[in-house]
């Protein structure tokens, strides 16, 4: 056991040794011993020497408290020379940090004055990195747990490869110019300008909520973007936004990589601070910034046009040339619409159209007034134009240029918009149908009645265009099914019970328990099931109506025939009382009682 | 000792039984002596028990006399116990930041349940034991109890001394209030005087040039861990050394038993009576001793309960102070330090290396080396011995300038270290 | 294996050979490790604001001036081309001296001191310590606190 005992104890004095060593003879130490080095050879005489000489490597380090949290920079732990101009040529880590104009630098008899000195500002507030750290790896920023790597330079490993070229370059650094220098044309800051610029530009502020710039719902609050998310997330979400979220309806704006870059450097400055305000200036400006200022006197019509261009409603919204890509054209809506039900859809949406995604804003109640009096005066009917025209400023935004329902708002809106091409459904239906919806609208869906702007005859001209432009093979009229015309069953408890059992084993699949259309099987169909808890609908849909698509199905669709499953006449008839029972439109005095 | 009777084959019959005796199974395993009425059963306490096992079987009669050590070194541990278990308590609570401790003390004293009375325990204990163990090294010097065969054990217990004042000092510091923080920074540039290492040993022991948030983190470290674990180690050497050295120190016995042979008549239990060696087993006679079950415990125990009531009604009656929190920039006139160091400030003021270095240097290393100076054997055991007039006076005399020095401290000067009258 | 007992002359010199290696492996290792403990303890960066600063361009402090920066405990003193930095901390026991006609006064215990930091009454029981001062590269005047020069010690600019 001696010779084992010897051996492993000279080999744990070696270990020791080791241990001991790595504490010892960091490399920053060696950067520090050659700028002593180099500045003993420059140094202009023996005192100046013998200090240099007397100097042994230590660790350097700045405490800034201004900005926050306390920050501990040991840069110039390595980036000895970074305040001495001599070393202006010398290689990286012992070059001076760079003067320019732009920074406040000034040239004054014959050196530079800087302006962000080192010992007030630190350095990881202008550049981010890791202050604390003392290697390159974790000062730098590279290490994929520290959330701030040094913008501008630094990429980390589990960033993607393809956005990493385009996360480098000096102009980052600007987000952090902005975290003080808030001004809107800052000449400092040109690139978050143009960010700014792009973020109003692009309608991102009618989605995406902004501390004192903007009061966006619908999209993640972006106040703090920048604090948040590192640059490869900004830019992901900006070029892709279903990257991170498969629901999300951002649209994929495709922009060009220069206006990407100024966006993301934009959002990379917002970091919910800005150092050169008092809390007190913030709070003042988040009121300034909320509220619409709308002079006393202002006539409604006017007021809602300024209410409409604040609150951004064009960021979904087409209006003039104003277009957000995601909700109906208001161009004809004082034709289509009335008042009421304008006033009516502001203060919920979901009581005209059910599945409607459009958000109930808190808005004051003389706005929503305001708003419906300037949309009810949009009556600028469209000029006469043949059916292809009507069709592609009536019809396409939601239908589609190829009649298929993939318009530029479909996938927003809910029922969809009818795919013609479907021969099997448009075949099956009588003409007088489809004439009828055009001409009345489809209450509850946000098909409008087109009749109060189109004629009987521009009405047919368009049914006609569509039929043989996306249908195809249209087709002959349908015979009429063996349905009644009004429910034989009359309505009773026992009915509307039976009916509701009925429900419940075999429809609750497709149109779900709660009878909208949003059963298990409904997201894998097109288009969705009824939602049969639309009561405008409902009520507007005669019972034959209903006795035939329950009864014979619905071709084009997933609705199956259930009279193939066994189900009789006074079947449906229960189903048809329980789907009108659950449908009992309140009296409109009572649906705002709660108001 | 319960003999297993062999099972029968009917198992459940005997599950049952073993079930029904389970109670006194499992008494008995854990305690495998009855409670002893034979002087056996009394002498196998202290080997088939852990806790008792620091006991010997039996005790001279003169350890147990109050007059003799007035249960100072019990006092002592007591103490010390109550200290550990207030002090965990505490720390359920306690941040040793220099943002947050003051106010937790806020909240130990305002919203914790028991919070202050748990600290008022853990201040008065913490005085009591420094005044204990120094009182207790009066006891024992003024005995001559340091003499061949103890005096390591005197120099174990001079630097529990040692380890006791640096655990006051560095709890002192924890509630971070002004007078918490002006007391250490007047102790520590104390330290500051040293000779050479002086400002050296300062930087380390507060992590920084001033009293700051490193000093607060190294003093808790220091006193919640370091020390007590130190403490901790020293008095188990302590208490093995007493043992080692048969026992407390005891006069030398009457003639007539110095003559008597050291067989027994009756049999000792106990390896005492096998181990030869440097122990002295003089004065161990029957006659002389007890067994120390029950009379060491019954001792100890009622030292044990008259120290916790004591603190009990202390806590009750008084409260621990907590003044205004740090202000770094108001130091009190006068900044004194903790009590038992007022005497060192005292001589400080006069001379800043020998009333902080120097003289406290020299009575420790006195203190330190005096059982390898004075080897005299004889009135060992006595108070006050007329054998040890020098020893007893020179010591005495020291002891009551300190206390004089501690008094002028704390109640005869005012701002600016000036006299004051505290009538 | 070698066990003891049998054939003891024999081994004994390669036994004390391994046994003092191993002791020197041993104690070796401990020496180290207690060094290192030292080292560990003695930290070697503070959270307190740096003792060597910067004070501004010879520019800022235009000759006859006497300022103090009450952040930075120092008091900044320019006569002609001459530059110094004396300590305001008091050496009593530690608040800001505040400067005065006669040169700088104590306002917590009373302490008086000249125009040179020297005590002319009051508790202080030393000078005001002057600080060294040099010109850094980019220009600036530079204060280190951790040394100290002789009092009466100007640096020329």
Sequence with gaps: MRLPLAIASFVVLIVHGVVFYEQFFHRWERHQTAYFEQARSMAQNPAEKAALEARSPQIEQVIVTNFGDTRVDRCTTCHLAADDPRFANMGSPLKTHSYSAAMGDVFRNGHWERRHKFSDFGCTVCHDGQGRGLDNFHSHGEDEFWPDPLLGYVTQTTWRKDFAPHLKGEEYMEANCAQCHTQEDFAGTPTVNRGRKLFYGMNCYGCHKIDGMSEGTLGPDLTEAGKKFKVDYLWESVVEPRANLATSFMPKFNLPEADVRALVIFLKSRRGVNFAETSLDRYKAHVANVAVVIPPGTANEKAGEQLLNDRACTACHKLHDKDGGIAPDLTYEGMIRDNEWLTDHFKNPRSRIPDSIMPSFRFPVEDFDRLSTYLASLKTPPPAMPPAETYKTLCERCHGEKGDGNGKVAWYIDPSPRDFTKEGFMNSKPRARFVESIKSGVPGTSMPPWGRILGAEQIDGTLAYVLQKFTKEPGKEPKPRNVPDKNPVATSAASITHGEQLFLQRCTGCHGRKADGKGPNSLDILPHPRNLRNTAFVDTTTDRRFFESILYGVQGTAMPAWIDYGFSRNDVGDILNFIRSINVQKPRSQQYASK | MSIQTPEKSAAPAGVWSALKELPSNVWSSVFRNPVPSTDLERASTSFTNFFLHIHPVKVNRNTLRPGYTLGLGLISLFLFFILVATGILLMFYYVPSTSQAYDRMLDLRGTVAFGIFLRNMHRWSAHGMVAMVFLHMCRVFLTGSYKKPREFNWVIGVLLLLVTLFLSFTGYLLPWDQLAFWAITVGTSIAGYAPLIGKQMQFVLLGDTTVGQEALLRFYVLHVAVLPAVLVTLVGIHFWRIRKDGGLSRPEEAPKLKAAPVVVKTRIYGLQGFVRGPFTKVGNTPEDSVFSWPNLLMAELFVFVLTVSLILVVSLMFNAPLEQPVNVMHPPNPAKAPWYFLGLQEMVSYSAFWGGIGIPGIMVALLLVVPYIDRGTQGVGRWFARERLLANTLFLTLVTLNIIFIIIGTFFRGPNWSFVSPF | ?157
């Design chain 3, 1 to 157: 294996m070698a066990v003891a007992g049998k054939k003891e002359d024999n081994n004994l010199p390669r036994r004390r050979m391994l046994a003092w290696l191993s002791s020197v492996g041993l104690f070796g290792s401990a020496v180290l490790a207690a060094v290192s403990d030292l080292v560990f303890f003695k930290p070697r960066v503070t959270y307190s604001p740096s003792a060597r600063f910067s004070i501004g361009k010879p520019d800022d402090f235009p000759p006859g001036t006497r300022i103090s920066r009450d952040v930075d405990r120092v008091c900044i003193v320019r006569e002609g081309n001459r530059v110094a930095a004396i300590s305001t901390t008091c050496t009593h026991l530690g608040c800001i001296v505040s400067i005065a006609d006669t040169g700088f006064s104590c306002p917590c215990h009373g302490s008086r001191y000249d125009q040179d930091g020297t005590v002319t009454g009051g508790p202080a029981p030393k000078p005001l310590p002057w600080f060294k001062v040099t010109l850094a590269p980019n220009g600036e005047i530079e204060v280190d606190k951790n040394t100290t020069i002789e009092p009466g010690t100007y640096f020329t600019v």
